[in-house]
Protein backbone atom coordinates (compact mmCIF):
# COMPACT_ATOMS: atom_id res chain seq x y z
CA UNK A 1 0.00 0.00 0.00
CA UNK A 2 2.88 2.20 0.98
CA UNK A 3 4.06 1.96 -2.22
CA UNK A 4 1.64 2.61 -4.46
CA UNK A 5 0.44 5.90 -2.25
CA UNK A 6 4.57 6.75 -3.19
CA UNK A 7 3.68 6.07 -6.33
CA UNK A 8 0.41 8.06 -6.69
CA UNK A 9 2.23 10.95 -5.31
CA UNK A 10 5.14 11.19 -7.68
CA UNK A 11 5.08 12.67 -10.74
CA UNK A 12 5.88 9.71 -12.94
CA UNK A 13 3.27 7.58 -11.24
CA UNK A 14 0.81 10.14 -11.56
CA UNK A 15 1.85 10.44 -15.49
CA UNK A 16 0.95 6.29 -15.23
CA UNK A 17 -1.88 6.80 -13.67
CA UNK A 18 -2.92 9.09 -16.31
CA UNK A 19 -2.29 6.84 -19.18
CA UNK A 20 -3.78 3.47 -17.98
CA UNK A 21 -6.54 5.31 -17.10
CA UNK A 22 -6.82 6.89 -20.42
CA UNK A 23 -6.55 3.56 -22.38
CA UNK A 24 -9.31 2.13 -20.32
CA UNK A 25 -11.52 4.74 -21.28
CA UNK A 26 -10.52 4.45 -24.70
CA UNK A 27 -11.29 0.82 -25.12
CA UNK A 28 -14.31 1.71 -23.32
CA UNK A 29 -15.61 4.06 -26.14
CA UNK A 30 -14.62 1.91 -28.98
CA UNK A 31 -17.16 -0.82 -27.40
CA UNK A 32 -19.51 1.90 -26.85
CA UNK A 33 -19.78 3.41 -30.39
CA UNK A 34 -19.92 -0.16 -31.57
CA UNK A 35 -22.31 -1.48 -28.70
CA UNK A 36 -24.39 2.32 -30.10
CA UNK A 37 -24.26 1.41 -33.76
CA UNK A 38 -26.79 -1.98 -32.97
CA UNK A 39 -29.79 1.09 -33.88
CA UNK A 40 -29.03 0.69 -37.19
CA UNK A 41 -29.16 -2.83 -37.56
CA UNK A 42 -32.69 -4.90 -38.25
CA UNK A 43 -35.13 -5.57 -34.75
CA UNK A 44 -35.11 -9.72 -34.02
CA UNK A 45 -37.39 -12.10 -35.30
CA UNK A 46 -40.01 -11.20 -32.40
CA UNK A 47 -39.39 -7.31 -33.00
CA UNK A 48 -37.09 -6.59 -30.62
CA UNK A 49 -34.33 -4.02 -31.55
CA UNK A 50 -31.40 -5.29 -31.76
CA UNK A 51 -29.98 -2.79 -29.63
CA UNK A 52 -32.16 -3.92 -26.89
CA UNK A 53 -31.02 -7.02 -27.24
CA UNK A 54 -27.53 -6.04 -26.47
CA UNK A 55 -28.09 -4.44 -23.53
CA UNK A 56 -30.32 -6.72 -22.22
CA UNK A 57 -27.00 -9.30 -23.11
CA UNK A 58 -24.71 -6.85 -20.87
CA UNK A 59 -26.89 -7.29 -17.85
CA UNK A 60 -26.76 -10.90 -17.62
CA UNK A 61 -23.16 -11.50 -17.81
CA UNK A 62 -21.99 -13.59 -15.70
CA UNK A 63 -25.94 -14.99 -14.59
CA UNK A 64 -26.58 -17.25 -12.21
CA UNK A 65 -23.03 -17.48 -10.70
CA UNK A 66 -23.41 -13.58 -10.04
CA UNK A 67 -26.79 -11.35 -9.28
CA UNK A 68 -28.22 -9.76 -12.55
CA UNK A 69 -26.30 -6.82 -13.61
CA UNK A 70 -23.36 -7.24 -11.16
CA UNK A 71 -20.45 -7.44 -14.24
CA UNK A 72 -21.88 -4.56 -15.53
CA UNK A 73 -21.92 -2.29 -12.64
CA UNK A 74 -18.83 -3.45 -11.69
CA UNK A 75 -17.62 -2.28 -15.29
CA UNK A 76 -19.66 1.08 -14.57
CA UNK A 77 -18.06 1.94 -10.78
CA UNK A 78 -14.68 0.64 -12.79
CA UNK A 79 -14.55 3.19 -15.25
CA UNK A 80 -16.18 6.11 -13.61
CA UNK A 81 -13.33 5.78 -11.22
CA UNK A 82 -11.30 5.42 -14.17
CA UNK A 83 -12.58 9.04 -15.14
CA UNK A 84 -12.50 10.29 -11.64
CA UNK A 85 -8.81 9.17 -11.41
CA UNK A 86 -7.83 10.96 -14.85
CA UNK A 87 -9.24 13.98 -14.28
CA UNK A 88 -7.82 14.32 -10.63
CA UNK A 89 -4.69 13.36 -11.47
CA UNK A 90 -4.15 15.53 -14.34
CA UNK A 91 -5.42 18.61 -12.32
CA UNK A 92 -2.73 17.73 -9.91
CA UNK A 93 -0.02 17.55 -12.81
CA UNK A 94 -0.98 20.89 -13.86
CA UNK A 95 -1.30 22.54 -10.40
CA UNK A 96 2.46 21.28 -9.41
CA UNK A 97 3.89 22.34 -13.34
CA UNK A 98 2.54 25.69 -12.64
CA UNK A 99 3.60 26.33 -9.03
CA UNK A 100 7.53 25.02 -10.19
CA UNK A 101 7.75 27.89 -12.02
CA UNK A 102 9.70 30.58 -10.09
CA UNK A 103 8.84 33.56 -11.69
CA UNK A 104 5.84 33.66 -13.73
CA UNK A 105 5.54 34.92 -17.33
CA UNK A 106 4.86 38.67 -18.36
CA UNK A 107 2.98 36.69 -21.33
CA UNK A 108 2.08 33.35 -21.82
CA UNK A 109 2.83 31.95 -25.20
CA UNK A 110 1.50 28.78 -26.81
CA UNK A 111 3.80 28.30 -29.58
CA UNK A 112 4.48 24.52 -29.64
CA UNK A 113 0.62 23.98 -27.65
CA UNK A 114 -2.01 23.40 -29.82
CA UNK A 115 -5.88 24.24 -29.13
CA UNK A 116 -7.00 20.90 -27.96
CA UNK A 117 -3.67 20.71 -25.85
CA UNK A 118 -4.46 24.24 -24.03
CA UNK A 119 -8.69 23.10 -23.62
CA UNK A 120 -7.81 19.43 -22.24
CA UNK A 121 -8.30 20.86 -18.53
CA UNK A 122 -11.69 22.40 -19.84
CA UNK A 123 -12.91 19.03 -21.50
CA UNK A 124 -11.61 16.96 -19.23
CA UNK A 125 -13.96 18.67 -16.78
CA UNK A 126 -16.84 18.80 -19.16
CA UNK A 127 -16.58 15.10 -19.93
CA UNK A 128 -16.56 14.33 -16.28
CA UNK A 129 -20.13 16.49 -15.66
CA UNK A 130 -21.16 15.00 -19.22
CA UNK A 131 -20.79 11.11 -17.82
CA UNK A 132 -22.89 11.82 -14.81
CA UNK A 133 -25.52 13.25 -16.95
CA UNK A 134 -25.48 10.50 -19.14
CA UNK A 135 -25.71 8.24 -16.44
CA UNK A 136 -28.78 9.96 -14.85
CA UNK A 137 -30.50 10.24 -18.15
CA UNK A 138 -30.17 6.79 -19.99
CA UNK A 139 -29.31 4.23 -17.41
CA UNK A 140 -30.73 5.52 -13.97
CA UNK A 141 -33.73 7.38 -15.61
CA UNK A 142 -33.21 10.48 -13.22
CA UNK A 143 -33.62 12.93 -15.89
CA UNK A 144 -36.84 12.45 -17.35
CA UNK A 145 -38.16 9.56 -15.14
CA UNK A 146 -41.53 10.01 -17.02
CA UNK A 147 -39.82 9.45 -20.48
CA UNK A 148 -37.49 6.86 -19.30
CA UNK A 149 -38.59 2.88 -20.16
CA UNK A 150 -36.28 -0.07 -18.18
CA UNK A 151 -34.71 -2.07 -20.83
CA UNK A 152 -35.43 -0.26 -23.52
CA UNK A 153 -32.62 1.20 -25.02
CA UNK A 154 -34.16 1.94 -27.99
CA UNK A 155 -36.80 3.68 -27.03
CA UNK A 156 -35.34 6.16 -24.43
CA UNK A 157 -32.72 6.95 -27.47
CA UNK A 158 -35.89 7.79 -29.42
CA UNK A 159 -37.55 9.97 -26.87
CA UNK A 160 -34.50 12.34 -26.45
CA UNK A 161 -32.88 12.38 -29.56
CA UNK A 162 -35.75 13.46 -31.50
CA UNK A 163 -35.71 16.56 -29.58
CA UNK A 164 -33.24 19.56 -30.47
CA UNK A 165 -32.30 20.25 -26.62
CA UNK A 166 -31.05 16.69 -26.59
CA UNK A 167 -29.52 16.26 -29.79
CA UNK A 168 -27.30 18.98 -29.91
CA UNK A 169 -26.44 18.25 -26.28
CA UNK A 170 -25.29 15.06 -27.05
CA UNK A 171 -23.65 16.00 -30.58
CA UNK A 172 -21.14 18.97 -29.11
CA UNK A 173 -20.33 16.67 -26.12
CA UNK A 174 -18.90 13.85 -28.36
CA UNK A 175 -17.31 16.73 -30.53
CA UNK A 176 -15.93 17.30 -26.73
CA UNK A 177 -14.57 13.94 -26.72
CA UNK A 178 -13.25 13.88 -29.96
CA UNK A 179 -11.29 17.39 -28.72
CA UNK A 180 -9.80 15.69 -25.51
CA UNK A 181 -9.48 11.98 -27.51
CA UNK A 182 -7.01 13.83 -30.20
CA UNK A 183 -4.46 15.25 -27.37
CA UNK A 184 -5.18 12.49 -25.22
CA UNK A 185 -3.87 9.60 -26.87
CA UNK A 186 -1.46 11.63 -28.35
CA UNK A 187 -0.14 12.42 -25.09
CA UNK A 188 -0.52 8.59 -24.11
CA UNK A 189 1.99 7.84 -26.96
CA UNK A 190 4.59 10.36 -25.27
CA UNK A 191 4.38 9.03 -21.99
CA UNK A 192 4.84 5.16 -22.79
CA UNK A 193 7.77 6.43 -24.64
CA UNK A 194 6.38 5.22 -27.94
CA UNK A 195 6.88 8.96 -29.74
CA UNK A 196 9.83 9.02 -32.13
CA UNK A 197 10.84 11.81 -34.76
CA UNK A 198 10.52 8.73 -37.20
CA UNK A 199 6.89 8.01 -36.47
CA UNK A 200 5.56 10.92 -34.85
CA UNK A 201 3.57 12.42 -37.61
CA UNK A 202 2.01 8.63 -38.31
CA UNK A 203 0.59 8.53 -34.42
CA UNK A 204 -0.32 12.14 -34.52
CA UNK A 205 -2.19 11.09 -37.63
CA UNK A 206 -3.61 8.28 -35.67
CA UNK A 207 -4.56 10.35 -32.87
CA UNK A 208 -6.48 12.52 -35.05
CA UNK A 209 -8.28 9.15 -36.71
CA UNK A 210 -9.43 7.44 -34.08
CA UNK A 211 -10.91 10.59 -32.88
CA UNK A 212 -12.42 11.64 -35.95
CA UNK A 213 -14.35 7.94 -36.71
CA UNK A 214 -15.46 7.61 -33.08
CA UNK A 215 -17.03 11.35 -33.53
CA UNK A 216 -18.90 10.07 -36.52
CA UNK A 217 -19.92 7.13 -35.05
CA UNK A 218 -21.76 8.51 -32.22
CA UNK A 219 -22.73 11.18 -33.54
CA UNK A 220 -24.33 9.25 -36.41
CA UNK A 221 -26.74 7.89 -33.65
CA UNK A 222 -28.80 10.90 -32.14
CA UNK A 223 -28.69 12.49 -36.43
CA UNK A 224 -30.47 9.16 -37.06
CA UNK A 225 -33.04 9.44 -34.74
CA UNK A 226 -33.50 13.29 -35.71
CA UNK A 227 -33.79 12.65 -38.87
CA UNK A 228 -36.11 9.86 -38.35
CA UNK A 229 -34.02 7.38 -40.33
CA UNK A 230 -33.57 4.58 -37.65
CA UNK A 231 -37.64 4.67 -36.79
CA UNK A 232 -38.04 4.07 -40.35
CA UNK A 233 -35.82 1.28 -40.33
CA UNK A 234 -36.98 -0.64 -37.35
CA UNK A 235 -40.48 -0.47 -38.08
CA UNK A 236 -39.87 -2.27 -41.70
CA UNK A 237 -37.87 -5.01 -39.65
CA UNK A 238 -41.15 -5.21 -36.57
CA UNK A 239 -43.60 -5.55 -39.85
CA UNK A 240 -41.45 -8.27 -41.83
CA UNK A 241 -40.98 -9.65 -38.19
CA UNK A 242 -44.95 -10.11 -38.00
CA UNK A 243 -45.28 -11.01 -41.55
CA UNK A 244 -43.32 -13.77 -41.18
CA UNK A 245 -44.70 -15.41 -37.76
CA UNK A 246 -48.62 -15.46 -38.63
CA UNK A 247 -49.97 -17.93 -36.10
CA UNK A 248 -50.76 -21.60 -37.70
CA UNK A 249 -54.49 -21.44 -37.77
CA UNK A 250 -54.48 -17.95 -39.21
CA UNK A 251 -52.08 -18.97 -42.28
CA UNK A 252 -55.01 -22.11 -42.47
CA UNK A 253 -58.03 -19.88 -42.55
CA UNK A 254 -56.08 -17.72 -45.49
Not at 20 to 32: A, S
Not at 140 to 158: D, T
Not at 161 to 177: C, E, H, N, Q
Amino acid sequence: MKRLLALYRSTLGKKAIVAVTGIVMIGFLIGHVAGNLKIFLPALEDGTPDIDHYAEALRTIGTPFVPYEFVLWIARLVLLGSLILHVVCVIQLSTSSVSARNVGYAKQTFARATPPARWMMYTGLYLLLFVFVHILHFTLGVVEPSQFRYGEVFENLQSAFTRVPWALFYVFSMAVIALHLYHGAWSLFQTLGWDNPDRNRGLRRFSAGLSVILFIGFVSVPVAYFTGMVKATQAESSAEASVHHVPPAVAEEN
